[in-house]
């Protein structure tokens, strides 16, 4: 769209740009660069205009368009960029994308979901303008016993995009919640679909969503979830910035799959689970009272190794138990 592409170029330049020069780089008149700036303007833009000197980006808004998350990224990253106002589940779009052969690497925004999903049927609370809704498409040519490590994999992503985007360490609680200040910030949730001869992963959408500028939660959910802008001091963060650095980070993947030493070493190096005490759920009885123990480490395949107080000791997978800690959620 003629406008993303001149909000691109008003972000890269240092001062003014004339409207003569954005028409000869973009190969439009200048009557279409006036109409883009007008509409970028009406999406909340401030764009000054001087004579002489043409156009001066002077400040952004928070929205999640396509051209806002562009800016921050080369050209071959936002090829597959979608990026909606509203949809049900960015999962359930890009899951139909990637029916009709959508490339690896495809990537659905959202600034809000209808019906966010999040693990275990459980829905995920997705309202408009404070989080990002992303999902990835990844064909890994591997088999489904590698789903567990992908989805560590992206939460060490997460984390990496996190601290490029605003300097912010965040931790890991296993299996794949981010935290912040022992806090939820964001939930991962993958889903496979598998080839039925050779047992080979399809399609896999890895969706994330982050709470990035929420200021409050809902009374049963404040012992547990956070924003980030809530632990900095109700700072609004530029969504778009951190959407971009997930791009980066997500592809970061697709060339590293499947055995790059990074993901594992980083991934216990942020884990906050390891050396802590825990309860573990069964996955289909979470109401059950749960085994008390400690959680010793990670293991080489991201399971969890955990010491039981009855003198047992396990590796636990995360589709089969989910773990709290033993005085509240982390
Ligand atoms: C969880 O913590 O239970 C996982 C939450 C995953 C939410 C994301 S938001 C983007 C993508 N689309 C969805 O419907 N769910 C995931």
């Known amino acids: 769209m003629l406008k993303d592409e001149v909000l691109k170029i008003l972000y890269l330049e240092d001062g003014y740009i004339s409207g003569e020069t954005i028409s000869r780089k973009l190969g439009v008149t200048r009557a279409a660069v006036n109409s883009a700036v007008k509409a970028l303007r009406d999406e909340g833009y401030e764009i000054t205009s001087s004579t002489n000197r043409g156009y001066l980006l002077v400040n952004s808004p928070d929205v999640l368009t396509k051209g806002s998350v562009s800016v921050f990224l080369p050209d071959k990253l936002s090829a597959d960029l979608y990026v909606f106002d509203s949809v049900d589940s960015t999962n359930n779009v890009l899951k139909e994308m990637a029916g009709k052969g959508a490339p690896s690497g495809t990537v659905v925004i959202a600034d809000h979901q209808t019906g966010g999903k999040g693990r275990l049927g459980r829905s995920f609370s997705s309202p408009s303008g404070v989080g990002i809704y992303l999902s990835f498409l990844f064909k890994p040519d591997s088999g489904l016993n590698r789903i567990a490590d992908l989805t560590s994999w992206t939460a060490v992503a997460v984390c990496d995009a996190i601290y490029n985007a605003y300097g912010i360490d965040t931790k890991i609680k296993w299996v794949n919640d981010i935290v912040l200040n022992r806090k939820k910030i964001c939930g991962i949730l993958t889903e496979a679909t598998v080839e039925g001869e050779s047992g080979m992963i399809d399609n896999c959408i890895i969706g994330i969503g982050i709470n990035v500028n929420e200021s409050s939660f809902p009374e049963e959910l404040s012992q547990i979830a956070t924003s980030i802008s809530l632990e900095n001091g109700q700072k609004t963060f530029d969504r778009s910035k951190l ?41 289909l009885a979470e109401n059950s009272t749960g085994r008390p123990g400690t959680a010793v480490e990670i293991n080489d395949d991201f399971t969890l190794n955990v010491r039981f107080d009855d003198g047992s000791t396990e590796d636990l997978r995360s589709g089969e138990v989910s773990v709290r800690g033993l005085y509240g959620y982390t």
């Open 243 to 283: 959407a971009a650095e997930l791009i980066r980070s997500l592809n970061d993947i697709l060339y590293r799959w499947p055995d790059d030493p990074y993901y594992l070493n980083r991934y216990r190096k942020s884990n906050i689970t390891a050396g802590s005490r825990i309860v573990a759920y069964p996955r």
